[in-house]
């Protein structure tokens, strides 16, 4: 589904990793998507996630879901766009189960487990892998080597469990030509939620970038206890301190980099991370004019450092409330550069049915000076559900072709590995679940069988 093709580009045309240009210096942004697991239900476990708490307890399609992400990375690739996935986690995650003192067979331990816990340790929200890590390419960096740094993500239970799972299959993936680092440490001081707080604006693909830290408090709060410059309602996941702190890991010069504090008022109104309220690409940025504490000033700031002129499409409050950002995602877009340098929005297809959303697009396209070409909307309704959108799946990775020759395993995807994929999502995932199915134990068998296979398709056993 297309609107707004302005050049008319052949979107039938399918250009896979292998046939693009090889140039070993040349630098290009390679989207890599996190699979959703066959145990994705709906528990409500995030606190300040509007499309978690409004369908909790409702009935999921694990199988679907999953098709759905696959189908837009496809897309993705059908594109020219670099393409590759991130595998689940080993769910039921039974390194916490035995951290918790459970002895015995899974199976068993699955009726121990209080309701309160079990869906934290079959949680798959690892799917969403904009919140895996923060990455500066080698371009970026005072050392000439890429850094990654996987998040804490300290705030929720379910989500700590990730980071050193993330931290190893990063490791296999990028560890032949990447610095990756251990993530910040496990307290709430260093709130760390990923590449979803992170921003990198450059004047072209393979040039330096520019990197926007968004953080939701400086940690100061009140007699109360009460954050005196922060959220009053919803929690502020990431902290200015753990900014800081990935900025310095990073190697990133101190001269590219820009903090901005999210808007209090935004995140009691749903926005948990930046990219539900902010997205860029190149030096083109879609936002609202709520998003930050002082918008104006941060836009300033990233093109002070930038030192070149942004496109900036900013939503007025009159005209897109905070409501609606949250409910359409449409600033968790993703807006892709394809092969011949013309750019496309990516958008949910809740952005097209929300009419303020869709007119704020239309309203972004129709500028001249605006370099995207068009706007093709996405069905992630299984992934949105839970509260992520086309920009929560992706994990941003600037790379060489060098660099690309030492990725580790058979993750790029290609119309061979989208054909094994989809045969083993089909072959384990179910159609229907619901929290309550998490004690069956048949799901243990199946949960796990379909993390071994996985590991061997994507050639990281």
Not at 305 to 311: I, K, P, W
Not at 321 to 330: F, G, I, P, T
Not at 434 to 446: A, F, Y
């Amino acid at each position: 589904m297309e609107q707004n093709n302005k050049k008319g580009y052949d979107c039938s045309l399918y250009t896979t990793l292998q046939n693009m240009p090889n140039q070993p210096n040349a630098q290009l942004e390679v989207n890599f998507d996190g699979l959703i697991g066959p145990s994705h239900n709906f528990s409500g476990l995030s606190p300040g996630n509007h499309a978690s708490a409004e369908n909790k307890d409702k009935e999921s399609n694990p199988q679907e879901a999953c098709l759905q992400g696959l189908n837009k990375a496809r897309k993705l690739a059908q594109l020219g766009v670099p393409q590759a996935v991130l595998p689940i986690q080993e769910r039921p995650s039974l390194e916490y189960l035995y951290a918790l003192g459970y002895k015995g067979r899974v199976e068993d331990i699955l009726q121990e487990v209080d309701a309160s816990t079990l869906p934290n340790i079959y949680a798959v929200s690892s799917m969403w892998t904009a919140n895996a890590a923060t990455v500066a390419p080698s371009t970026d960096t005072r050392d000439g080597q890429m850094h990654i740094v996987p998040a804490n993500l300290h705030y929720q239970f379910h989500r700590s469990t990730e980071a050193q799972a993330t931290m190893a299959t990063l490791e296999k993936i990028f560890g032949g030509m990447a610095r990756v680092h251990n993530p910040l440490p496990g307290h709430v001081r260093f709130g760390d939620e990923g590449a979803a707080n992170h921003m990198r604006f450059t004047t072209g693909q393979g040039e330096p970038g520019v990197h926007l830290f968004a953080y939701g408090t400086d940690g100061i709060t009140n007699k109360e206890g009460k954050l005196v410059n922060g959220p009053q309602i919803n929690p502020a996941r990431q902290t200015r301190v753990a900014s800081e702190a990935l900025a310095r890991l990073l190697d990133i010069p101190t001269e590219r980099v820009v903090f901005a504090q999210t808007s209090p008022r935004a995140i009691d109104a749903g926005v948990f991370h930046n990219d539900v309220i902010s997205t860029n690409n190149e030096s083109t940025w879609l936002l609202h004019e709520q998003a930050y504490q002082d918008t104006p000033r941060v836009i300033s700031d990233v093109q002070q450092a930038l030192g070149s002129d942004l496109f900036v499409s900013m939503a007025k409050t009159e005209d897109l409330s905070l409501q609606d950002a949250v409910e359409s995602y449409v600033f968790n877009s993703q807006i892709v550069t394809l092969p011949g340098g013309e750019m496309i929005l990516i958008a949910p297809l809740e952005a097209q049915l929300n009419p303020r959303s869709r007119a704020f697009i239309e309203k972004t396209l129709s500028d001249p000076k605006c370099p995207i070409s068009r706007v093709e909307y996405v069905n992630l309704q299984g992934s949105m559900k839970n509260g992520g959108g086309p920009a929560c799946l992706r994990l941003r990775v600037a790379m060489s072709d060098v660099e690309k020759q030492q990725v580790r395993g058979r993750v790029f995807l290609d119309d061979a590995l989208y054909g094994d994929l989809t045969q083993w999502v089909k072959r384990n995932y179910r159609e229907t679940m619901l929290p309550k199915d998490l004690r069956d134990p048949n799901l243990v068998t199946e949960s796990l069988r379909a993390f071994s296979e996985l590991q061997k398709i994507l050639q990281l056993a």
